[in-house]
């Protein structure tokens, strides 16, 4: 699941830790329309590598929580979503995304089956209203549904090869979760659920919890050894993973067959928002796709920079940034035409009015974590 960047023009939100932020001298900044801990003193490059090789922990509050109950729940999230859902066990988890008419993103999204009648379902931040109300445009006869956005629930992110000693400290059911399930928990004699999920293709954990218990939970995360970490580390962690981010990389205007997320649309389960679109896009021939690419040479570059290939255009970055793993300079493009490129293939991308040449590769950039 992804974070929308986009910030809306209201007055920003905020999370519950935002006084332990600052006492830890974060950098704060707006984000999807909270104040979000962009980066601490040790810096974005230290907060990464101490996800890729030990424990950092993020404050992910902002993003989007609603649940979904009741025998109509299921064929509701079936007809709004494009994954199957039928599929997701009782603790189990999936990736899919809700879809417009004309099969464009409108988001990516996390559903949980907490319950055989009961689901959260966490989208970003800047689009929980909107896909909370496609949700609901798709209750039909089938059965009551119960539903409701959460408002007062707090998610922390423990990610990285020692997160599972971590959390199983604090959450015994933790140790037996794996990849891509959950459990719900008690913290403090208070309801909460623990998800073997994440942004950054380390093992890692997210710990909702209600906003009560949040800064006793950051605390004992941060007392247990994890660095805390901002939404910066977050970008660059994703971005070696070749993760998608909302507003950028996948949007209403893109289609999950241009951003090659086409193994999260299910077709046989019947009807969903944006299916037809999506088989005529399949028939007719997608007309780009994205793509990763990684930088020969010392440049960085970041969004909206052009593509070439000669002197042709063939696309446009939609991420990019330094990977301190790689330490070299890493990308998302859509590159058309879409049978025109291939891993190996080279481009180069205009950084500031300079040509870089770049390496056409299939992310992730680097190896995630054994799950």
Known sequence: MSDDNGTAE????????????????????????????????????????????????????????????????????????????????????????????????????????????????????????????????????EGEVESGVLHDWALIAVQGPSSPDLVGGLFPVASDLAYFRCAEAVYREEPAVVSRTGYTGERGFELFAPYEQAVDLWREVLAAGSAPAGLAARDTLRTEMGYPLHGNDISPSRTPLEAGLGWAVSFNKGDFVGRDALLAQREQGVPDR???????????????????????????????????????????????PVDGFSPGDRVEIDVRGRRGQATVVKPPFVDSSPR
């Open 290 to 336: 994205l793509w990763g690419l990684l930088m020969d040479d010392r440049l960085i570059p970041r969004p909206h920079f052009a593509v070439y290939r000669g002197d042709q255009q063939v696309g446009e970055t939609t991420s990019g940034t330094f990977s301190p793993t790689l330490q070299r300079g890493i990308a998302m493009a859509y590159l058309s």
């Open 10 to 141: 209201v007055a920003l939100q905020h999370t519950p830790l935002e006084a332990e932020h600052r006492a830890l001298g974060a950098k704060l900044g707006p984000f999807a329309g909270w104040l979000m801990p962009i980066s601490y003193p040790a810096g974005t490059i230290a907060e990464h590598a101490a996800v890729r090789n030990s424990v950092g922990a993020f404050d992910v509050t902002h993003l989007g929580k609603f649940t979904a109950s009741g025998p109509g729940a299921l064929p509701t999230l079936q007809r709004a979503f494009t994954n199957d859902v039928s599929k997701v066990p009782l603790g189990g988890a999936q990736y899919g995304m809700a879809l417009n008419d004309r099969g464009g993103i409108e988001d990516d999204l996390i559903v949980y089956r907490l319950g055989e009648e009961r689901f959260l379902v966490v989208p970003n931040a800047a689009n929980v209203e909107r896909v909370y109300g496609a949700f609901a445009a798709q209750i039909g006869d």
